[in-house]
């Protein structure tokens, strides 16, 4: 069936260093990428995504990677900083309704 | 408005109890979903309704029973739970092309 692997499922970086979290899928249909940050007792909230069609996609420090070949996709931080902690999730979808989650990683930025 | 809104944000209910938990999105999507969420875990998909219509259940007990009333609401009806039901429940809504918004979350402790 379809799934979500995600990695590592917790990493620690030093403040101002760069983060990369991995993500692979099983569904060879899945053409829709997105990336959720949930920070503590909060919801999860869209931080950037990408569409099979595309190889790569930044937002200021964020940037997300994707090679159809090997249904790998990765999400890098750059600069980080304080609050970036908190649990990321990748996820997969057909653009259909139904969406798969990775099991998520924990970020934590060390001062 | 780009807010998922749902109420209440806390209920604590006993396993005897009849509750509904509610949602609200005026953005015009036309999929709601109803996740659940244990805690260090990712969001677990219970339900999605597309135009008003039921379209997933992922093999939910019936304890659990979901209601769309309209476009921009979503009910989540609670009856005879158990304590192991304790959870953050999220609703969320998408266009249908595989992003979801999440609302704040309803905080349910069975007792």
């Known amino acids: 069936g379809e799934n979500v692997e995600q990695h590592p499922s917790t990493l620690s970086v030093q403040e101002g260093d760069s983060a990369v979290i991995k993500c692979t899928y099983s569904?060879?249909?899945?053409?829709?990428f997105p990336w959720y940050k949930q920070e503590l007792g909060k919801r999860p909230q869209l931080i950037i995504d990408i569409r099979s069609n595309v190889g790569e996609k930044k937002d200021q420090r964020i940037a997300v990677t994707l090679n159809k070949t090997a249904k790998h996709f990765s999400l890098h931080i750059t600069e980080t900083q304080p609050e970036d902690s908190a649990v990321y999730f990748c996820a997969a979808s057909r653009g259909d309704d139904k969406i798969i989650f990775g099991k998520g990683t924990r970020l934590h930025i060390l001062p | 408005d780009t807010e998922v809104t749902q109420t209440p944000k806390h209920l604590v209910m006993g396993m005897t109890n009849k509750k509904s938990l509610k949602c609200e999105q005026h953005?015009?999507?036309?999929?709601m979903y109803w996740y659940k969420q244990k805690a260090k875990k990712p969001p677990e998909l219970m339900f999605v309704y597309s135009y008003e219509k039921l379209s997933i259940n992922e093999s939910v007990p019936s304890r659990f029973s979901p209601e769309c009333p309209n476009s921009s609401l979503l009910n989540l009806h609670l009856h005879a739970l158990q304590p192991e039901d304790s959870a953050l429940y999220l609703c969320?809504?998408?266009?249908?092309?595989?992003?979801?918004?999440f609302g704040q979350g309803t905080r349910l402790t069975v007792v």
């Open positions: 969320a809504s998408s266009q249908g092309h595989g992003e979801a918004f």
């Open positions: 569904d060879s249909a899945s053409n829709y």
């Open positions: 953005m015009g999507h036309r999929a």
